[in-house]
């Protein structure tokens, strides 16, 4: 007892060193004024003595096992996700608040609704890369820049209708993928994260100073909703219908998930998450597989950015900033690589929640920072980890018997 | 550097340089204020810099990293990541989210005055700057036992271990020394471009990275011919080009180097043992 | 006297100024269990890796003779065309899925010989669900033959050691392959398994017809398996025969000398 305090106390002590000059000093070299904050130092003392020993009893916890697979936590969602009795009342629960939305929300309330329907979206298309074939894309926003700029710019010169620009941008998306994925995918996991976030802000910096293309960093305002049976629909009308096609593609998303999923496809971006040699050894093509993965992942951010250009009406380089490529990969981290479910939770938090609890929005990328910290160490599978398919045999047994 | 060892990019790294850069200013600035004046602002906000970055890198390693050790790849990867982010937002929240003007602390030197137009005092001392560091690292990580002990963990982590040696003291020693000499850097840069804000970190961390990679990772002498031919390259095209585009070629030139030659300039290939 | 499925010439691997492998020959024949053994470090997973395009060799030939078919040669292609010609293996240091159950960890092995790809995946067409039937039945007799039946939906990294070894070896199987490399599939197995693999190797060889190459370190296993053994030491070849021949080579002895060598 009296050892874990010393440690906590040491702890706070090395914390307040650490923040002192941050936390207390804020000088204005303008009017050249200090201003000293001691105030700080006793909260940082505080917080941080007691933080220690949340990280002492979490290490330990860890060490014993709790918190991954054993604990309470993965029982229940392994409870839900596996027994049909609990989920499908569930799914149904959810699919009619789904459909009723539009009728109870206001529009104030439908948009943050869409986007973080959108982040569901593209999450679910990251996780295809991230958490199915392990690859580590920071600059998945690109290709949803493309799909978004692709329908604008076509919009604008040639007058393409949404219904039109959204299997257009998913096609975009999936060459974009394609295009980008032949020199990089060669690359060891960290350079391919870092030659990502490479090629996301080189396409984010050509969509700003690229004025003749991309309309710069003013980008482009007016872009149409979609029409209904060649109907121009009203602004609340049309968000309406768009909150619809966002739902029918999620529904779509996630039925293609699971079933690439489980799939010789989805097995083998399993495999070479796992170990790339021995999937090679397997007669795997590493390079076929791990395109394919890319290309898949890129259809969605593509779909998406047609969706999202859309919903907004204007579109400019300020969306599609790496920040937006981090926020969708804690999305799949925190929700738990590979699992749909938890996907869908952590989009509604992380994008949903900062939009009406006004102090998390202030603090939300300090608190996302923290939160892929923490889940890395505590929790690497997420809230909601991804369960492997079991098969069931009783024909074969006896046949394999016989035989 | 850095990289070499614990093979893995350290996305926090450009966080740590900023927050030196903060400290200096921070320093800098009480100490002008309370009416202190010339190269011993300097020294002392430099020598904060290197504590307090020293520091963050120490506390960021034994948080984010050491935990992980043997987790799989993507896992420190994104934790790297997520201390990255935190780091920003907490000098953004704490400090401010705009530009501060930095004061340039680096003192004109009168003998130089004739040629200042082509090597101005700043030029002098970052030039030497550089170099001593530079020096002092090479020699130390040629003559120190704790140097040797850095190559050996870089060459091979397991047999390192079953030798004896202290495998986390030599983690946290290289992420300490990077952190200072991100500290050092970040003074000079900051003295030199006159501003910074918390944002800095993440540009000065994709150079440092392209640097180190153009060079070869693990490579002195190749780190600093990469930062060399990277600030050429990005003075030349930028000034030849369209400016506008001065942070594209940092990336372009990264993402070409990885594609054409992920060993780097002065790096040897490594086969991965199966 | 059978034909060669698989022959090496001459094959050289350096690592910097390491010759891992020196100029050695080696040759399989249909439906021989052939070992390759050596003292630690002789340079035997090397020469698995040269031939199975993990590492491109120095210098060298490798050729395999598919039964029934025209010489291929095996040098500049990547590790899955080799084994989609037929040679498939196992590793030293496990290399399996963990995260994936044990019928998973075997169905990926199916993968070359099934095409479904993005479309069927997601359509999933008869000819797609056809195919997957069949994986799954197939995936399942191996794990059945290697006697993992108790573990398929087992994640791969909670078996036990030895049944690990074995899924491997399923593994390996599901690739269709003419011939088989192993690299020590003994090790870490006590010796109640270690006999069920001597015999589960041998039934391979006879039902399947699958002809083998193996390392290892444990000799009464290499004794009672082999039809012929070659020896290397320090990347050389410094014998080649039969068992008995090879017991009695005194180059043989001197080379183990100091290390265990008993029959
Ligand atoms: N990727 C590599 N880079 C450098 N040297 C290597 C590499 N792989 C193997 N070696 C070296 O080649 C030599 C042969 O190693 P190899 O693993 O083939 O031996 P082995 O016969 O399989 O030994 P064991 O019985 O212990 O498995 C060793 O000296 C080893 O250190
Ligand atoms: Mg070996």
């Known amino acids: ?403 | 550097m850095v990289y070499g060892i614990i093979e893995l990019i350290n996305f926090a790294h450009g966080e740590v340089y900023m927050i030196g850069a903060f400290v200096a200013l921070i320093v800098a600035s009480v100490l002008t204020m309370a009416g202190f004046t010339g190269p011993a602002v300097l020294a002392l906000a430099m020598v904060f810099a290197i504590i307090y970055s020293g520091a963050y890198g120490f506390t960021v390693e034994k948080i984010a990293y050491k935990p992980l050790r043997h987790a799989p790849r993507l896992s420190p990867l994104i934790s790297a990541i997520g201390m990255s982010i935190f780091l920003q937002n907490y000098v953004l929240l704490v400090q401010t989210p705009d530009f501060l003007p930095f004061p340039n602390l680096i003192p004109e030197l009168e003998f130089l005055d004739p040629i200042s137009h082509i090597f101005s005092s700043n030029d002098l001392a970052i030039l030497s700057i550089t170099t001593l560091s530079m020096v002092a690292l090479v020699l130390f990580v040629k003559y120190t036992r704790m140097g040797k002990a850095m190559r050996a963990t870089s060459q091979d982590r397991t047999m390192s271990t079953l030798v004896g040696i202290p495998i986390n003291k030599v983690i946290s020693t290289t992420f300490v020394i990077g952190s200072t000499l991100a500290a050092i850097g970040a003074v000079l840069i900051a003295s030199f471009m006159q501003q910074i804000n918390f944002y800095i970190g993440f540009v000065a961390g994709i150079k440092a990275f392209t640097a180190a990679v153009l060079g070869g990772i693990g490579s002195i002498p190749g780190a600093v011919l990469g930062s060399l031919i990277l600030g050429l390259t990005e003075s030349f095209a930028t000034g030849y080009i369209r400016s506008d585009y001065e942070d594209v070629f940092a990336f372009a030139l990264l993402v070409i180097i990885l594609i054409f030659r992920p060993a780097g300039l002065l790096g040897k290939t490594k086969t991965q043992k199966v | 006297m059978a034909d060669k499925v698989l022959n090496v010439s001459g094959l050289t691997m350096d690592f910097g100024g390491l010759r891992a492998v020196d100029t050695v020959d080696l040759d399989v024949r249909q439906g021989e269990i052939v070992a390759l053994i050596g003292p630690n470090g002789a340079g035997k997973t090397t020469f698995f890796n040269c031939i199975t395009g993990i590492y491109p060799p120095t210098g060298g030939d490798v050729m395999v003779i598919p039964p029934g078919m025209e010489p291929q040669r095996l040098n500049g292609l990547k590790p899955n065309q080799i084994t989609i010609r037929g040679m498939a293996r196992t590793f030293q240091n496990i290399r399996l899925f963990p995260n994936m159950t044990a019928l998973e960890n075997v169905m990926v092995g199916r993968h070359c010989r099934t095409s479904a790809g993005v479309i069927g995946a997601i359509f999933r067409g008869p000819a797609t669900r056809a195919e997957e039937r069949e994986t799954i039945s197939i995936s399942y007799k191996l794990l059945q033959k290697m006697g993992l039946k108790k573990h398929v939906n087992d994640l791969a990294k909670n078996l036990p050691y030895g049944a690990q070894r074995r899924l491997e070896i399923a593994r390996a199987l599901a690739t269709d392959p003419f011939l088989l490399l192993l690299d020590e599939p003994a090790a870490g197995m006590n010796p109640q398994e270690t006999t069920e693999l001597d015999e589960l190797i041998t039934q391979i060889r006879d039902e399947d017809g699958i002809s083998i190459l193996l390392i290892e370190h444990d000799m009464k296993l290499v004794m009672s398996l082999s039809d012929r053994i070659f020896v290397v030491d320090f990347g050389r070849k410094i014998a080649e025969g039969i068992p008995q021949a090879i017991k009695d080579n005194p180059v043989v002895i001197k080379a183990y000398l100091g290390e265990e060598f008993e029959v």
């Open chain 1, 1 to 403: 007892m009296v050892a874990e305090i010393r440690k906590s106390l040491i702890a706070a002590v090395w914390f307040i060193f650490l923040t002192f000059p941050l936390m207390v000093v804020k000088v204005n070299t303008i009017e050249n004024t200090v201003e000293w904050r001691w105030h700080n130092m006793l909260i940082v003392g505080v917080t941080f003595f007691f933080l220690s020993w949340l990280w002492r009893y979490l290490l330990q916890k860890k060490e014993e096992g709790t918190l991954t697979t054993k604990g309470a936590l993965t029982k229940w969602t392994d409870r839900v996700m596996n027994e049909p009795a609990i989920y499908k009342p569930l799914i149904a629960v959810g699919t009619v608040a789904a459909l009723l939305g539009p009728l109870v929300l206001s529009e104030k309330h439908m948009q943050p609704l869409i986007s973080a329907l959108i982040f569901i979206v593209l999450g679910l298309g990251l996780n295809i890369v991230v958490g199915l074939a392990g690859l580590l894309d920071l600059g998945y926003v690109a290709f949803y820049a493309v799909g978004a700029y692709a329908y604008a710019l076509l919009n604008f010169h040639f007058g393409l209708s949404f219904w039109a620009a959204l299997p257009l941008g998913a096609g975009l998306g999936a060459v974009f993928g394609i295009l980008l994925g032949i020199p990089v995918l060669r690359l060891r996991g960290d350079y391919l994260a870092i030659v990502t976030l490479g090629f996301g802000e080189i396409i984010r910096l050509i969509l700003e100073n690229w004025d003749d293309l991309s309309h710069g960093p003013s980008g482009i305002a007016n872009i149409p909703g979609p029409t209904l049976f060649g109907d121009v629909l009203s602004r609340s009308d049309s968000t309406v219908l768009i909150y619809y096609v966002i739902i029918a593609m999620l529904v779509f998303t996630i039925f293609v998930v699971n079933r690439i999923q489980n799939s010789r496809l989805g097995r083998s971006w399993l495999a070479l998450r796992e170990d790339e040699i021995a999937c090679q050894a397997m007669g795997i093509d590493r390079m076929k597989t791990k395109l394919a993965a890319f290309a898949v992942g890129a259809t969605w951010a593509g779909m998406a950015g047609v969706v999202f250009a859309a919903k907004s009406g204007f579109i400019n380089p300020k969306s599609f900033e790496f920040w937006e490529s981090v926020l969708i990969l804690s999305i799949v981290v925190l929700g738990g690589q590979g699992s749909i479910l938890g996907v869908i939770l952590a989009a509604f938090v992380l994008k949903l929640l900062p939009e009406y609890v006004r102090i998390l929005g202030e603090y939300r990328m300090l608190l996302f920072g923290a939160a892929m910290v923490l889940m890395m160490l505590f929790r690497p599978q997420g809230f909601i980890s991804n369960v492997r398919r079991s098969y069931e045999f009783h024909g074969l047994d006896e046949e394999g018997a016989d035989g």
